[in-house]
């Protein structure tokens, strides 16, 4: 079992940075991937960042690429999530997950956070 609480998420301006956190409780924090995605009102759950149990391999939805850096600290059972560049249309709910296998598919992560705001104001 594992339980996973979000954190920094808040109002930002267009242009700006937030660093979100997502800290597990539990055993084993580096044999899961960790995964983040977001939620705006009115649509599905998209995927945003994944990354391997030890950091080897990440990847990025598209529209994030080159603004958004996903890390992980193991010793401190934390993956984060850099939000730079920040736009409007990434205001979302924003959530962490825990997986055995790296996947983009929401409906394979088996532990999930409660979430976090991020807004971005124009």
């Known amino acids: 079992q594992v339980q996973l609480v979000e954190s920094g998420g808040g109002l930002v301006q267009a242009g700006g940075s937030l660093r979100l956190s997502c800290t597990a409780s539990?055993?084993?924090?580096?044999?899961?991937?960790m995964g983040w995605f977001r939620q705006a009102p009115g649509k599905e759950r998209d995927f945003v960042a994944l990354?391997?149990?030890?950091?080897?391999?990440?990847d990025y939805q598209d529209s994030v690429k080159g603004r958004f850096t996903i890390s992980r600290d193991n010793a401190k059972n934390t993956v984060y999530l850099q939000l730079n560049s920040l736009k409007p249309e990434d205001t979302a709910i924003y959530y962490c997950a825990a997986d055995r296998i790296l996947s983009r598919r929401p409906d394979e992560y088996d532990y999930w956070g409660q979430g976090t705001q991020v807004t971005v104001s124009s």
């Open positions: 539990g055993r084993a924090f580096s044999s899961y991937a």
């Open positions: 990354i391997s149990q030890y950091g080897s391999n990440t």
